[in-house]
């Protein structure tokens, strides 16, 4: 009962934040489109998700997702997905590993993919790691 409480909580002092979040792309940014206020970031959040679109969205340029500049893409992507992504990497295959590489433009997915698992460590430094230190870690991890 007190995890219920302090997690609603800790969702109430985050509204403001929301509020002036982007709820970033996917279907349910499409869906709300064009509104405005704190309720429909938070449902355009949620349902982007939710609906298992946006993996699709980031690696099509649909759905509102921009795909102009790889590294924001994969960095928004990572943070959506975290725990995929480091299960993937850390696993050397999957689908959030591939749409990594897609949004990065690696063109040598297999090779990338076992330079990652063999890298984990380094990639991960810890279980509070960013998306954007994700990013840079596998950044330097790929520059050798």
Do not use: R, W
């Amino acid at each position: 009962m007190k995890k219920v409480k302090l997690f609603a909580i800790a969702a109430v002092a985050s509204l403001p934040m929301l509020a002036q979040a982007n709820p970033g792309c996917g279907f349910g940014s499409s869906l709300f489109e064009g509104e405005e206020g704190t309720l429909y970031h938070v449902i355009a959040a949620t349902t982007n998700g939710t609906s298992g679109n946006q993996t699709f969205g980031m690696t099509s340029g649909t759905l509102g997702c921009d795909t102009s500049k790889p590294i924001v893409a994969a960095a928004l992507f990572v943070n959506d997905n975290m725990d995929e992504v480091a299960e993937n990497i850390a696993n050397g295959e999957g689908e959030a590993l591939l749409t990594l590489a897609t949004l990065l433009e690696v063109e040598a997915t297999d090779e990338f993919a076992v330079l990652a698992q063999q890298n984990f460590d380094q990639i991960f430094t810890s279980e509070d790691v960013t998306a954007e230190e994700v990013i840079v870690n596998l950044n330097q991890v790929v520059q050798g």
